[in-house]
């Protein structure tokens, strides 16, 4: 599955968005090493702090079904991923993430070119 077509797959989902508060809603999906992909939404509360970014919740479902860092390959975005998302990228070493730019062109980015000098726990 290319990049475009999981980006085909993050604009499906992210139909199920819940996002009443922003009407902006957000898909995600990732694809795994191994070929599976799995889709994740925006999911916004009334303590808006306490909103859920679409592809920290693709993650979440891809861990819950087994997969860490260093199992999953790529994730597509409906929307350039925010600050927080980016670190939660590096956390699982995704090579390729793709999402629009602002004039809705598709990128597809290396983690490290988005988000350069990163930080790791110190062993
Ligand atoms: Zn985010």
Redesign the pocket.
Known sequence: MSGRDLYERALAVAQRAYAPYSKYSVGAAVRTNDGNVFEGVNVENAAYPLGV?A??SALVRAVAEGYGPGQIEAIAITAS??G??RQWLHEFGIAEVTFPDTGGALLTRSVEQLLPESWDLPE
């Open positions: 970014c592809e920290k991923p925010c927080g998302c």
